[in-house]
């Protein structure tokens, strides 16, 4: 009887397995995509197009069509031609990941950019998904970043997921790179997704410099890159966050930007034949946002403190991307033109930027100045026109005079320079001199 059940086991093994290794060929190109026929694949697995004896490059399969398998390669098309032999992997990608990260720059898909070698041991599936909603630990202590606007007013807590919203011009990146400056976290995690090539640079040399980078792992997947390539940058650069996290961590992760990634999933939507939806946007698009951004924020043990920027275009704050990830996010900051183009650095319109965080997070005096501060600005810049043109007239209403009164020391305390730093406790202390309320305990 066991003889027989082991042969029965054997008999399965060999029927189900492979000896042999399978091989397609390139039938079309369109576009981006490539058709490829003869294999069978899944979707994210990882094949590779011969394209001579020393040369070879790697796709990802991204859909189907009819009997023929989609895919879309790492890097550019050239060199590939009909009949080109392809040779799936069966693997999906992994990322590998370990302490010899700490200091390194990255591509896309994880690899060092000078083709150092690291010593890794452990790999990570670049697709994972978010902690389970029940053990995630609630969020109840502040993420210092220095910057007087944020800590005041939108006061962020570790684990907590924030947008960043602006146009082009608008002191984004700036802003990005004094919080990576000024951060207290264990590691940084910073993303360059479809961003200009000389912004890696500005990263590496003003933004972080020697000692920031110690404690930093930048992954760079720039504009000129295929949009599979975009795309990846983003998954690495979470996927190694994650890994940080898991080890018990408190992460930064910053990205920038949200937009470009959802920009490249377009591209690659549409390639495979997609239909658009709002602003040539495809599902897919929608889809993956809120999969991206739940991966960060807190786990049992550790946090990932996230800063997604978005790009708004034609600086309308409610276009389709700008709309969902605010829909989805923990809490916006949005820079205004107009401040910025009044030399006022941080530009935060602090009145239209909102952590849904802070209240749990903050004291009932913190909330106090603070909630006198929107007021007062809000107050003024109802009535700027009239005081500016000179149609107010002194002691008509007290609660506007108050405002014109402690306006310009408002915005002195907003206002800040590239190499200020403040911390929490020098912060509320100015909060609560503006309005002559005693020192509380933070």
Not at 13 to 35: A, D, M, P, S, W
Not at 137 to 153: N, V, Y
Not at 189 to 212: A, K, M, T
Not at 252 to 260: A, P
Request: charge should be neutral.
């Amino acid at each position: 009887m066991t003889d027989k059940i082991l042969f029965e086991k054997y008999k399965e093994r060999i029927h189900n397995g492979r000896f042999y290794k399978r091989e397609g060929k390139v039938k079309q190109v369109i576009g981006l995509t490539i058709q490829v026929e003869g294999i069978k694949a899944f979707v994210g697995e990882i094949c590779e197009i011969i394209i001579d004896e020393k040369r070879k490059i790697q796709a990802e399969v991204v859909g189907f069509s009819e009997q023929k398998v989609l895919i879309m390669p790492f890097g550019e098309l050239s060199g590939i031609s009909p009949g080109s032999r392809v040779i799936p992997t069966g693997k999906c990608m992994r990322i590998k990941v370990g302490e010899n990260l700490l200091g390194k720059v990255l591509n896309g898909l994880g690899q060092p950019f000078d083709n150092e070698k690291i010593y890794l041991t452990e790999e990570v599936d670049s697709y994972q998904n978010p902690p389970n909603a029940l053990t995630r630990k609630r969020i109840d202590q502040i993420m210092e970043t220095g910057i007087r606007a944020i800590d005041g007013l939108i006061t962020v807590g570790t684990g907590q997921r924030i947008g960043i919203f602006s146009g082009s011009g608008v002191g984004k990146s700036t802003l990005i790179g004094k919080i990576c400056r000024s951060s207290k976290a264990d590691v940084n995690v910073i993303c360059l997704i479809g961003e200009r090539n000389r912004e890696l640079q500005n990263v590496l040399d003003i933004d972080l410099g020697e000692e920031g980078l110690k404690k930093s792992i930048v992954v760079c997947a720039t504009s000129d890159q295929p949009p599979l390539i975009r795309i990846k940058g983003a998954y690495t650069g979470i996927s190694i966050a994650e890994y940080f996290r898991d080890k018990g961590n408190n992460v930064m992760l910053i990205m920038d930007s949200v937009t470009r990634f959802a920009m490249a999933q377009r591209e690659i939507g549409l390639a495979i034949g997609e239909p658009p939806t709002t602003k040539g946007y495809t599902p897919s698009v929608f889809a993956m946002l809120p999969k991206l951004f739940e991966r960060a924020g807190t786990s049992e043990i550790g946090s990932i403190t996230a800063f997604f920027t978005v790009l708004v275009e034609g600086d309308d704050f409610n276009e389709p991307i700008s709309d969902a990830a605010r829909g989805i996010l923990d809490g916006h900051i949005i820079l205004s033109r107009k401040l910025a183009n009044q030399n006022h650095f941080p530009a935060i319109d602090v009145n239209n930027s909102i952590s849904r965080l802070m209240s749990q997070i903050i004291t009932e005096k913190h909330s106090e100045a603070a909630a006198r501060l929107r007021d007062v600005m809000a107050l003024y810049e109802e009535s700027e026109d009239l005081i500016n043109v000179g149609a107010y007239a002194k002691g008509s209403n007290p609660k506007l005079d108050r405002a014109i009164e402690l306006y310009p020391e408002i915005i002195k305390f907003l206002r800040q320079k590239l190499n200020d730093r403040n911390s929490m406790e020098e912060t509320l202390e100015w909060m609560y001199s503006i309005f002559n309320m005693e020192k509380s305990e933070s």
